[in-house]
């Protein structure tokens, strides 16, 4: 993604959608997230390992290691972001934004479209400040 846009010169918008498989392609890196570790993951990633997985970050980084990943998810088992980004959407609308985080992202690498990017208000999107 660097890569590309360095050649056209203008940001890229990644659009992040509410499902997705561990073997579908990380924005930030171009490899699958099986491939990869805890802490190199975007937050709302890691987030369904810890919580709809039930894996430890430890536990995650063997597995990724081992490359035993797929079999605890399978390569086309479909995980879902609905719950994750409907309480973001809450905590960003009550809440105050984390010290030193990126005001568009509050940390998470995810912000919502106001319709600029996509044309659509609403829209999960990968933060510019991942790809800066």
Do not use: H
Request: net charge negative; glycine share 10%.
């Amino acid at each position: 993604m660097g890569a590309l846009a360095l050649v056209i010169d203008e940001p890229i918008v990644v659009e992040v959608p509410e499902r997705f498989r561990f073997s579908d392609e990380n924005p930030l890196t171009l490899e699958p997230y099986a491939l990869g570790r805890f802490g190199d993951l975007p937050p709302y990633i890691e987030d369904v390992i810890v919580e709809q997985v039930g894996l430890s970050p430890t536990r995650w980084n063997a597995l990724v290691a081992s490359g035993d990943v797929y079999s605890v998810v399978g390569a086309d088992q479909w995980f879902s972001l609905a719950e994750w980004l409907r309480c973001e959407v809450v905590r960003r609308t009550t809440g105050t934004c984390p010290k030193d985080a990126c005001g568009n992202c509050w940390g998470t690498l995810l912000e919502f479209d106001d319709g600029s990017y996509t044309g659509t208000v609403g829209a999960a999107v990968l933060c510019i400040c991942a790809v800066d």
